[in-house]
């Protein structure tokens, strides 16, 4: 009897892979993975880390693990498998977030929202010192020189934890109105007074527009401000940095234009007393000494007995006298010729 041949009209069962499963785990999805940039040290961050931890929680279909949503099913073993996975992968970034002092705690811990919950009522205090502190740090924050970009995310941090800490029940009514343009009249008046001087004049401007501007409004219309102010500076050092270059341009040309002058007059020479220096049109042997013009005394007379470039002495027409050529030219720019 031949063998029958194996059935092939049907497809074997293959389970199906549902990504948006919560109990679906992601390849990159492993234990060692940090899904926060950094760790819960106690009461001062843990309302920051908890925002964090929910945010990076619901990117990975993973939130209802810490409430407690999502329920392991001990009647289907494949799904009770991967709740168990899931839930291990969840308390290992948990506790991966924590310090060291308080990972020891719970690390022991085999569920998920055990941890969370035990995070809660341990470090979610918001008594009357932490509120208080906060507001104490909003009032006193200056910008003390920084950027007004660094300033203004500080002061925008302390807001929300203060808003997180102070959150009232959401209501409709007129009085919520009024209490929302109040919140944001005094988040203006504290951003502006934390303001350095230099920018008394834009805050000045903002406090007389009507309807006043929400605090956001004023930080776009001081960031021009600041950003005028550095263009200002970059200007100014421009112009005194091209000022600078001019004058010592312009004495370096003077310079060069008196050695020039002296150079051209040294190439003269007078066809009249023989002296370097003029031609016999500037001859003052001829043309007459200026009244202004004082002879050698004896003293430069003895320190000019030999003729160079700029001093010479010669005999005079009548051999009975020497003139010398003046080391200092002229008004004209020649140089002088003196009889002794």
């Not at 341009?249 to 002296?275: E, I, V």
């Amino acid at each position: 009897m031949a063998d029958s041949p194996p059935e092939t009209g049907s497809s074997s069962k293959v389970d199906s892979m549902n990504y948006d499963d919560p109990l679906y785990i992601h390849p990159s999805d492993n234990t060692v993975t940090t899904i926060v940039s950094f760790k819960l040290t106690g009461t001062d961050n843990f309302r920051v880390w908890r925002s964090s931890m929910t945010r990076s929680l619901k990117a990975r279909n993973k939130l209802g693990f810490v409430e407690g949503t999502i329920k392991k099913d001990s009647t289907d073993e494949l799904k009770f498998s991967k709740w168990e996975r899931a839930n291990a992968v969840v308390c290992s970034w948990i506790l991966g977030s924590l310090s060291e002092s308080i990972y020891s705690s719970h690390a022991y811990s085999e569920s998920a929202v055990d941890i969370w919950n035990e995070l809660f009522e341990t470090y979610n205090k918001a008594d009357g010192s932490v509120i208080f502190n906060i507001h104490q740090r909003i009032n006193s924050l200056k910008q003390d020189g920084s950027s007004l970009s660094k300033y203004f995310n500080k002061l925008d941090t302390l807001w929300k934890e203060f808003d997180g800490l102070t959150n009232l029940a959401e209501c409709t009514c007129e009085a919520a109105a009024k209490y929302n343009d109040h919140s944001k009249l005094m988040k203006l008046m504290q951003f502006l007074s934390g303001l350095d001087d230099s920018f008394n004049q834009v805050k000045s401007h903002i406090l007389l527009m009507e309807p006043l501007p929400n605090v956001k409004t004023a930080f776009s219309i001081v960031s021009r401000e600041e950003s005028h102010q550095k263009n200002g500076v970059l200007t100014s050092v421009s112009n005194v940095s091209k000022t600078q270059s001019s004058a010592f341009n312009s004495k370096f040309n003077d310079k060069k234009s008196s050695s020039s002058n002296r150079s051209r007059n040294q190439n003269l020479q007078c066809k009249n007393c023989g002296l370097k220096g003029h031609l016999i049109d500037r001859c003052y042997k001829l043309i007459g000494y200026p009244k202004d013009f004082k002879p050698f005394n004896e003293n430069q007379r003895n320190q000019n007995k030999t003729f160079s470039v700029n001093s010479s002495s010669v005999p005079s027409s009548s051999g009975s006298s020497s003139g010398v050529v003046s080391n200092v030219p002229g008004s004209d720019g020649t140089y002088c010729f003196t009889s002794e």
